[in-house]
């Protein structure tokens, strides 16, 4: 079983540009969650959706989006990429979420660098 | 300012040499979860602590609850090398799970 899957993997990317990170599920999961992992800062909730159709920011939302327009299917994206925004990304899932948030599964992160 | 905080962030232990991690916040958590990540990987869940007091072990590794429910620790016995990863707490709160800064353990053999 894939479990969760992200897309690239690594980018380097102009500051100023656009990027979408991809993160598909397999498991059927309810809730979707995007962290980004800094040094010294641990994973820090960006956004989260607890079923399709529906999205809550996080910790720190400002400078990305989100949509889940399906269950499986969970993009992010840097409408306009900033240096501050350079970090290792990671999509997770779990069966449910809010009040019955239980086990996260990780993807294997996406590493983005913005120069 | 993390809500919850992690101690030490940073940890060198020879092989067969105990620790504990401690994982401290003034808010109270419906539960709290460990996980441990190795590098180039997500984070894996490891233990699931609900119940104030409660104690779970996982061979030689140790997790016990606060009783009011705010901080946890993880105990591990005679460390091995295999043990080296970064290990993070995280708490259940308003429906979110938030992580700790994470402690980063190097079990030299």
């Known amino acids: 079983t894939a479990g969760i899957t992200q897309a690239p993997t690594s980018q380097i990317l102009a500051a100023g540009r656009s990027m979408t990170l991809r993160c598909t599920q397999d498991m059927r999961h309810n809730a979707m969650y995007w962290y980004r992992q800094d040094l010294g800062l641990g994973l820090r909730l960006i956004h989260y959706s607890n079923t399709a159709g529906t999205t809550g920011k996080g910790e720190v939302p400002d400078g990305y989006s989100v949509s889940r327009a399906n269950t499986d299917d969970f993009p992010l994206t840097l409408a306009s990429a900033v240096p501050s925004q350079t970090s290792v990304y990671f999509c997770a899932s779990s069966v449910e979420g809010g009040s019955n948030t239980g086990e996260l599964f990780f993807g294997e992160g996406s590493r983005l660098t913005v120069l | 300012t993390q809500l919850l905080e992690q101690s030490p962030q940073f940890l060198s232990i020879q092989e067969g040499e105990n620790l504990t991690v401690y994982c401290n916040s003034s808010?109270?958590?419906?539960?709290l979860q460990w996980y441990r990540q190795e590098p180039g990987e997500g984070p894996v869940l490891l233990v699931t602590v609900v119940t104030g007091g409660e104690v779970k072990k996982l061979k030689r590794l140790t997790f016990q609850f606060g009783d009011a429910r705010k901080d946890s620790s993880l105990h591990i016995t005679a460390a091995q090398p295999g043990d080296t990863g970064l290990y993070l707490c995280?708490?259940?709160?308003?429906?979110?799970?938030?992580f700790g800064q994470g402690t980063e353990l190097s079990v030299k053999p």
């Open positions: 995280a708490g259940a709160k308003g429906g979110k799970l938030i």
């Open positions: 808010s109270v958590f419906s539960s």
